[in-house]
């Protein structure tokens, strides 16, 4: 179809939109969350493309920032909705805060039950970083941004205590954010 001027752009403000209303319902929902959740073997990197897939308007839209994405085999045990949440809010943070560069997705050489998600982005301040998964917290970027709510690394904190996985971010000012996303206590089971 002909490409209608503004659509893009349209179509990244309606996703963010429906983010916002994914993450108020995530905050609403947060203490109740084991209830809600569904273990189960899923393919790490079905898993990860299809969360890839709901983001990549911001992608799209960002010509100059790249997405690579690595082999990633095996199975993770985890509930797929929620780890699907996690995931597509630190995609989002890479996104939008890689004005330009790349954004990878691979395991840790380190350690392969370790999902991570790497920038060449902006990056977090240092004094930032103790902070960042507190509820509100927007630190420097954030209020530059003036559209950071400070809720989504809190609900990443949460949800990932709550699936059992773990959660570490480590990052350079102007060299670029690196997320850790450990899923060796939800038994990743490499094919």
């Known amino acids: 179809s002909p490409d209608i001027p503004g659509r893009s752009a349209f179509a990244q403000e309606l996703f963010k939109a429906e983010q916002y209303v994914d993450m108020v319902l995530g905050y609403l929902r947060i203490g109740s969350i084991h209830a809600d959740l569904s273990p189960q073997e899923v ?6 493309r299809e969360s890839v897939k709901k983001v990549s308007t911001l ?15 095996g199975t993770v045990l985890t509930d797929k909705k929620w780890f699907s949440f996690v995931l597509e809010q630190i995609l989002t943070n890479a996104a939008k805060y890689t004005p330009r560069g790349t954004v990878r997705v691979y395991l840790a050489k380190d350690s392969p039950d370790t999902l991570v998600v790497e ?8 004094e930032d970083l103790p902070r ?15 559209k950071s709510t400070g809720i989504g690394l809190y609900l990443c904190r949460r949800v990932m205590d709550r699936l059992n996985h773990g959660i570490s971010i480590v990052s350079r000012p102007g060299q670029g954010t690196l997320v850790r996303l450990d899923l060796s206590r939800g038994r990743r089971v490499v094919e």
């Open 132 to 146: 960042i998964f507190e509820r509100g917290f927007t630190g420097y970027n954030g209020r530059e941004d003036k």
């Open 43 to 48: 393919p790490l990197e079905a898993l990860v």
């Open 59 to 73: 992608f799209i839209h960002q010509k100059s920032t790249t997405l690579q994405i690595s082999s990633l085999p």
């Open 119 to 126: 920038d060449t982005g902006l990056g977090i301040r240092a």
